[in-house]
């Protein structure tokens, strides 16, 4: 049944009928608190094992003003007879997570989050029907996509709502071999399907995703990605240059100074440049600083210290300019930062790089894959962090007039929850988005094995969660922590979820529920880097330039993948 009959189904109800009438009675209400009330099955509620309620399902009250859905979050016999011969007190619990509104001569049923009529005790208690469950998950109608089954009811398609799942940020949990790779890579495609202009950017750390979106990405590494250092702000330059800067203060105030200066120069040597010039002498934007955006000569900061080298008296220290001096030449020179430093002219290639980064326009391939797999931690980190503050300031530039989503894979790495590890440019950059994006037309998406080494801010902006199997008790917790729902006991099922199944909850989704993903082709399946060991020591390498091809990728800093 589509999304678009399952609204008629209910719209044609008879009037006057809740979803779901005449259904077998489960049981009754015996007790409300707040959110949560307790159901007594009749002792006839003996149906099939198949349909009886379980963790996660979802039963009906009637309210008699509305139909009230809970979700199953306990059960239990309190004095279970010895013998089992007896008619045993059967107790359900149910956390109250919306309601129906019962149809009329001229309004149909409709689906609410929130409960304004509380049950009452005695009133009675059905297993929500196929109707009232397809019906559900059709409230966001034209504008939501499927992504799988409803684990209660395989017949029932799981949707999300599309412009929440991205507008209110959204995050994949999941411990490793849990099928995160696959759920993102699902949810896009089943988007992209629909909505071919997007413009989606994946920060992708382990080379995984190439062939898993075919022509509808391109895909840039350390060999094909050009991103000029002049684009570079000064924090995230400083971190190129000195990872974790211990003891270089005096060469990063020399270097605070040049840069500008640099920069002016360039611009000095161009029409466009002294255009620009000139409009920032007469407005009120200010002189150029260390963060503004164009381009400038590592050769002209080489030409810069030379020339203060020279003027410098006896009494001042040369050798934090030789420093600097030596540091500027040997990463310009070195081929892991060939992507950044590599280029033999220095042009104002600015709006080349964000047509390119962020698809636009499209051209038939939405989706921009930066794999960061083979590049070193420090500049991966920096990579990111220019990434996201680019999409971020583009988006506010811009008026959101392109929505951008940025997918970041392994984000504790780019946002760890200790504030003193990592780099902090690339955490405020993501925690910006987070906070204000929904405002410029950015999403954020983040994957994590490990929502307690996340930043918490950057969870608790994320208003969609699809948290599949995690055993780690922390994590568990932090989870729960985070989501705002009346749906923490599903978080029980966690440690027990099978492979591609999820419990989604948030804006995105109609209601908190567990889920299985669809599965996707082969082809498309994201490459698992997980070796094998029983593969790997079963045969001989016969291969004889076998450590001469891998020395040769590992001195050229170039990672190539094996063919699968």
Same mark, same amino acid.
């Given at each position: ?260 200066? @640099?920069?002016? /120069?360039? *611009? ?9 010039? +000139?409009?920032?002498?007469? $407005?009120? &934007? ?114 959101? @007039?392109?929505? /951008?989503? *940025? ?9 760890? +929850?200790?504030?003193?590890? $990592?780099? &902090? ?130 001195? +050229? ?8």
């Amino acid at each position: 049944m589509s999304v678009s009959e399952a609204v008629q189904q209910i719209d044609a109800a008879p009037k006057g009928k809740p979803p779901g009438a005449g259904q077998a009675r489960m049981g009754e209400v015996i007790s409300v608190t707040g959110s949560h009330a307790l159901v007594m099955l009749a002792p006839n509620a003996d149906i099939d094992r198949i349909h009886r309620p379980q963790i996660g399902a979802i039963m009906s009250i009637d309210c008699g003003a509305c139909v009230v859905l809970g979700l199953v979050s306990a059960m239990s016999t309190p004095a279970p007879s010895v013998d089992g011969a007896g008619a045993d007190m059967r107790i359900v619990e149910l956390e109250l997570i919306g309601e129906f509104s019962k149809p009329s001569a001229k309004t149909p049923a409709r689906f609410r989050r929130g409960v304004s009529t509380f049950p009452t005790l005695g009133d009675q208690v059905h297993v929500a029907s196929r109707d009232e469950l397809t019906a559900l998950f059709a409230v966001n109608g034209t504008s939501s996509v499927r992504i799988g089954v409803v684990k209660q009811d395989a017949a029932i398609p799981a949707t999300v709502s599309v412009n929440d799942l991205f507008s209110r940020h959204c995050a994949v949990l999941g411990t490793t071999g849990a099928g995160k790779s696959c759920a993102i890579t699902l949810m896009l495609l089943s988007v992209l399907e629909r909505y071919a202009h997007g413009h989606i950017v994946l920060l992708d750390p382990h080379n995984e995703y190439a062939k898993s979106f075919g022509d509808l990405a391109v895909v840039f590494d350390a060999t094909n990605l050009t991103l000029p250092y002049w684009l570079l702000t000064f924090d995230e330059l400083v971190e190129v240059l000195y990872p974790g800067r211990t003891g270089f203060n005096e060469e990063i105030d020399i270097l605070a100074d040049l840069v500008p200066a @640099a920069k002016k /120069i360039n *611009l000095s040597m161009t029409t466009n440049g002294m255009k620009f010039l +000139a409009e920032r002498r007469s $407005g009120d &934007a200010g002189a150029i600083t260390v963060d503004t955006p164009v381009p400038y000569r590592i050769s002209e900061l080489l030409g810069l210290i030379d020339k203060a080298l020279g003027g410098l008296d006896s009494t001042r220290s040369i050798a934090p300019y030789k420093r600097l001096r030596n540091r500027l030449y040997a990463i310009s020179q070195d081929a892991r930062y060939s992507f950044m430093f590599g280029g033999l002219t220095v042009q104002d290639t600015m709006a080349k790089f964000l047509g390119q980064l962020f698809r636009i326009p499209v051209g038939g391939h939405p989706v921009s894959i930066i794999e960061l797999g083979g590049l070193p931690t420090d500049v991966a980190r920096v990579v990111v962090s220019v990434i996201a503050r680019l999409a971020f300031e583009f988006g506010m530039w811009s008026h959101g @007039a392109a929505p /951008i989503a *940025l997918i970041v894979e392994d984000a504790h790495r780019y946002a760890p +929850a200790d504030p003193n590890e $990592g780099f &902090a440019p690339t955490r405020r950059a993501l925690i910006r988005i987070a906070k204000e994006g929904r405002k410029t037309g950015v999403s954020l998406w983040v994957a994590s094995q490990r929502p307690t080494e996340l930043d918490p801010t950057i969870l608790s902006q994320c208003n969609t969660i699809f948290a599949m199997r995690l055993a780690n008790q922390a994590d568990q917790d932090a989870l729960r922590a985070a989501i705002p729902d009346a749906s923490t006991s599903l978080l029980n099922c966690l440690p027990s979820l099978g492979l591609g199944e999820a419990i989604a909850v948030g804006e995105g989704v109609p209601l908190p529920t567990r889920i299985r993903f669809n599965s996707l082709p082969r082809d498309l399946v994201p490459r698992s880097l997980t070796a094998s060991f029983t593969d790997g020591w079963s045969v001989e390498p016969e291969d004889e330039g076998f450590i001469e091809r891998i020395v040769e990728q590992w001195r +050229a800093q170039r990672l190539i993948l094996p063919e699968v």
